[in-house]
Every structure is written in structure tokens, then in C-alpha cells.
């Protein structure tokens, strides 16, 4: 479903991604793991056509979208729920919620909606809010609403549990597992991630240090140590 090779790119003339070689299969989950600055929310918006590739290929689904624009990358399906929720504060609950599928899933919005709500009750009561009041779990459970509305094939999510307390980690992890998406994992959350991930990936530097299962990332005990704090 994505297929990153080569990948290099940036800020300016800095180079932050070494050559990246990714890949996620369709239905997988994969976490991308590694400490602040290791280059993965550089990874994930060169993804998502926000920072431009120096070099090499971004594939999704087959098609070469390494130039596409942000708008036609999420018209494609790939979607992403960035770092800090970025919420548009002044808007309801409800038009930050119409606004996930302005650019994909129009057609289907009521039929979103209800989806949504479902997975996310508690929005039910907030639709008539302003986002900026809510608090940080709300937020989240409003920004990971935000992109299903546009009807995902893959989803990205960076740092979806930064901030929140320890009971909403908990059930933010039981629903990544309920969603049934294909998803990259973006996490400094190690344990709770390779609990819900197929395949794991860890970045240091702008480049990738180790892939594997979750299982053989455990059993190396250098990376347990030195990149995973475990």
C-alpha cells in the first residue's frame, strides 16, 4: 500500500531523511518508533507532500505520489492526524468535523458521521462546542474524527498519545486496534505501540536503524536499551 524508497528531504537546504525505505501492507499496522528529532513527523509530512522529497519515490497504492500535492495525496486516501491535533479552535466540534471530508468522503458525510459518533460518543454532546474549549483527550478523539470523516485508506498518526493522562492512552491504543485501517503509528509510546503493530520500524538521525516484528525488536537488547528505553 506504501512503498517508500530512497526517500531524502527536509527543511530548506538541511537535509533531516537520510534515505528512507519503508514499506506498509494493506490492513497492517506499523509503528514508527524513535526519540524527539529522530525525523519522523519530517518523515510524515515529505509523505504527505507538506515538505518536498530532495530524492527518491513515495508510492501509495502503485502511484508514484512523491510530487502530488497535499490535496490530491488525501483525495487518494492517505490521511493524516498530525502531531499537537492542530484543531481549528474557533470552529465547532461539528465544522471540524465537516471539514474532514471537504477534500474526500463528501458524498458519504451523513453516512461518516454517524460513524464516527459511534466510535467517539462522547463528541455527541460537544458537537455544538468550540474545539478550543475542549480538553486534550477530546481534542484527540476530535482530530482522529477529523480524518476518518475523510474515509481513509491508510492513516497516519503522530504522537496521538502525547499528553494525554495513562487511562487515555490506554483507551486510545484499544481503539487504533478497533479501527480496522491500514495505519503508520508514529509513537514515542514504545510498549503501547508494539502491542498493536504487525511490523516496527525505528528512526535515529533521519534514517532507519532497524525493521522487524515487534517480537524481534524486543529481543535485541541494544535497541531495548539505547533507542527504546525498555
Do not use: H
Not at 157 to 165: F, I, K, N, V
Not at 178 to 184: N, P
Request: charged share 20%; with cysteine.
Amino acid at each position: 500500500m506504501l512503498e517508500i524508497a530512497s526517500l531524502r528531504g527536509g527543511y530548506g537546504k538541511v537535509e533531516v531523511l537520510r534515505g528512507i525505505d519503508l514499506v506498509l501492507k494493506q490492513g497492517e499496522v506499523v509503528a514508527l518508533l524513535g526519540s524527539n528529532g529522530a525525523g519522523k513527523s519530517t518523515l510524515n509530512n515529505t509523505i504527505c507532500g507538506l515538505y518536498p522529497a530532495f530524492s527518491g519515490r513515495v508510492g501509495f497504492e502503485g502511484r508514484d505520489i512523491t510530487r502530488a500535492s497535499p490535496a490530491d495525496i488525501v483525495a487518494a486516501g492517505l490521511v493524516q492526524v498530525p502531531e499537537g491535533r492542530r484543531v481549528f479552535p474557533d470552529l465547532s466540534v461539528l465544522e471540524n468535523l465537516e471539514l474532514g471530508s471537504y477534500r474526500r468522503g463528501r458524498q458519504r458525510r451523513s453516512a461518516n458521521m454517524s460513524r464516527v459518533l459511534e466510535i467517539f460518543p462522547k463528541l455527541k454532546g460537544l458537537l455544538g462546542r468550540s474545539a478550543g474549549t475542549l480538553s486534550g483527550g477530546e481534542q484527540q478523539m476530535l482530530a482522529i474524527g477529523r480524518g476518518l470523516m475523510a474515509e481513509p485508506k491508510l492513516l497516519i498518526l503522530d504522537e496521538p498519545s502525547l499528553g494525554l493522562s495513562p487511562l487515555l492512552v490506554e483507551e486510545l491504543f484499544s481503539l487504533i486496534k478497533q479501527l480496522k485501517l491500514s495505519i503508520l503509528l508514529v509513537e514515542q509510546n514504545v510498549a503501547q505501540s508494539l502491542e498493536v503493530a504487525q511490523r516496527a520500524y525505528v528512526m535515529e538521525n533521519g534514517a532507519i536503524l532497524f525493521q522487524g516484528t515487534p517480537a524481534e525488536l524486543l529481543a535485541n537488547p541494544d535497541l531495548k536499551r539505547a533507542y527504546l528505553g525498555l
